[in-house]
């Protein structure tokens, strides 16, 4: 029997692919710098990308936006 509503998807996009990412990979990669370099707390960041301090703490790990 054919699963219903589930013909024709895709898996999950994932990380900048996604349409609905708040940041592209160039802006993940100046996250990781400019927290690397020192200076700038994840809260700032966060506010200069409009996004969570959180998410920002996961971008930095490596746990959201995958490319490490």
Same mark, same amino acid.
């Given at each position: 029997?054919? /699963?219903?509503?589930? &013909?024709?998807?895709?898996? +999950?996009? !994932?990380?900048?692919?996604?349409?609905?990412?708040?940041?592209?990979?160039?802006?993940?990669?100046?996250? /990781?710098?400019?927290? &690397?370099?020192?200076?700038? +707390?994840? !809260?700032q960041l966060g506010l200069a990308f409009g996004i969570s301090q959180p998410q920002v703490?996961?971008?930095? /790990?490596?746990?959201?936006?995958?490319?490490?």
């Amino acid at each position: 029997a054919a /699963r219903k509503g589930r &013909a024709g998807r895709k898996s +999950s996009v !994932r990380g900048a692919e996604n349409p609905n990412a708040r940041v592209t990979q160039k802006q993940v990669d100046g996250i /990781r710098a400019a927290y &690397a370099s020192g200076g700038i +707390s994840q !809260r700032q960041l966060g506010l200069a990308f409009g996004i969570s301090q959180p998410q920002v703490s996961s971008i930095i /790990r490596g746990v959201s936006l995958g490319n490490k």
